[in-house]
């Protein structure tokens, strides 16, 4: 089975900074990543799928990159509301659908 | 607008069942693939189970393999989870999930609001 390993496990960043979590796949799946955010005591909720595609109603300081094995969110000017836990996901073959452990994202 | 009103937590003792429904509204239930996720207190999403679109697909995470069971009625677009010897690391809140498009392995669109199931003596 595919395994999915996120990075870090939390971080602290100021209002305006740049933030990159890195989700990496045990093997290659192509642009078959998903991330989703987790505000504190709320429905995880998609931001990005195809590794890049922003869900409808996602600003614009959200964007993904990568493909194969290797991913990264960023968070180009980290917003007070953007306090959450980041998941990715891999999806689009045979289950299971892992999700990474979780990026918990809050403002120093 | 799509959404999925779960029901069914709660409390129960270890090796009893359980069974949670999620009753879909807003989209044509029946094309869709569901899936099963759950989150322990303080920790991050694990998914379950998948059922496909007809019904006649079944996959499990092999953390519940062989004790959960998901199922769906199209009729009554309502999703399932039954869910038997339970133990106490089941605890967890559980989300029901729709999968965007036809194919029941991709990314979810949207969740439920999620039912707290709490494995106790």
């Known amino acids: 089975d595919i395994q999915m390993t996120q990075s870090p496990s939390s971080l602290s960043a100021s209002v305006g900074d740049r933030v990159t979590i890195t989700c990496r796949a045990s093997?290659?799946?192509?642009?078959?990543l998903a991330w989703y955010q987790q505000k504190p005591g709320k429905v995880p909720n998609l931001l990005i799928f195809?590794?890049?595609t922003l869900q409808s109603g996602v600003p614009s300081r959200f964007s993904g990159s990568g493909s194969g094995t290797d991913f990264t969110l960023t968070i180009s000017s980290l917003q007070p509301e953007d306090v959450a836990t980041y998941y990715c996901?891999?999806?689009?073959?045979?289950?299971?659908?892992?999700f990474g452990g979780g990026t918990k994202v809050e403002i120093k | 607008q799509v959404q999925l009103v779960q029901s069914g937590g709660g409390v129960v003792q270890p090796g009893r069942s359980l069974k949670l429904s999620c009753v879909a509204s807003g989209f044509t239930f029946g094309r869709y693939g569901m899936h099963w996720v759950r989150q322990a207190p303080g920790k991050g999403l694990e998914w379950l189970a998948v059922?496909?679109?007809?019904?006649?697909?079944?996959y499990y995470a092999d953390s519940v393999r062989g004790r959960f069971t998901i199922s769906r009625d199209n009729s009554n677009n309502t999703l399932y989870l039954e869910m038997s010897s339970l133990r106490v690391e089941d605890t967890a809140v559980y989300y029901c999930?729709?999968?965007?498009?036809?194919?029941?392995?991709?990314?979810?669109?949207?969740w439920g609001q999620g039912t707290l199931v709490i494995v106790s003596s």
């Open positions: 093997q290659g799946i192509s642009n078959n």
């Open positions: 059922v496909s679109y007809g019904a006649t697909h079944t």
């Open positions: 195809a590794a890049s």
């Open positions: 999930a729709k999968v965007f498009g036809g194919n029941s392995f991709y990314y979810f669109d949207s």
């Open positions: 996901q891999k999806y689009n073959s045979a289950p299971p659908l892992p």
